[in-house]
């Protein structure tokens, strides 16, 4: 796919799934149920063990089925480029590296550093992420976004941090353009019993809260 493809997909759902498997096998099987619950931008973090390899497999697997799969937890500049060598469609950050940008923009990846203040998120902006990861979003919570996006109309935010379906709805109304979502998501407890039937209803019911927040 093609970075304004990605974007586009990223857009349409407005979720960011973030996974974090106990091991490479898994991460495969939750991919496949997140799939089936209509999510299609998937983030593996870099704390998945074999991560690159999974990616690499996943991408492989899910080509031109209308699914993204990124890479998360990236702190510089070389793990980008092995994850988007591996396959990687988008790049996410905890933090702001500019280096990281750099490089998403050279392999015309979508790009989503991590940032916090005004002047970070903005300085993310100018140097070309095509969405900042405000983080730990649940920190100031749904507010911040709308204070944020008051100043800085133009500038796609994705909260990340402590978003759930209590209040992911409220994110988007506040003005995010998506919301990355973890824990929430795919829980440990649904990763211990692999109930991936009751993973994919998770997936629908987050889709479901953002399109009745985009609507009202």
Known sequence: MTREQVFELMMETGVVA???????DQLKEV???LKDGGMKAIEVTMTTPNALEVIRDSAREFAGKDVAIGV???LDP??????ILAGAEFVVCPTLNLEVIKVCRRYSKVVMPGAFTPTEILQAWEAGADVVKVFPASTLGPRYIKDIKGPLPQVALSPTGGVDLD????????GASCVAVGSSLVS???????????LTERAREFLS????????
């Open 18 to 24: 973030i996974i974090r498997a106990q091991s490479s």
């Open 167 to 174: 209040n992911a709805g409220a994110f988007i109304k506040a």
């Open 188 to 198: 440990k407890d649904l990763l211990t019993s692999e109930d991936w039937p009751a």
């Open 72 to 74: 998360g937890s990236v």
């Open 31 to 33: 991919i496949r149920a």
């Open 78 to 83: 070389e793990t980008a480029r092995a994850a």
């Open 209 to 216: 809260v953002v399109r009745k927040a985009r609507s009202s």
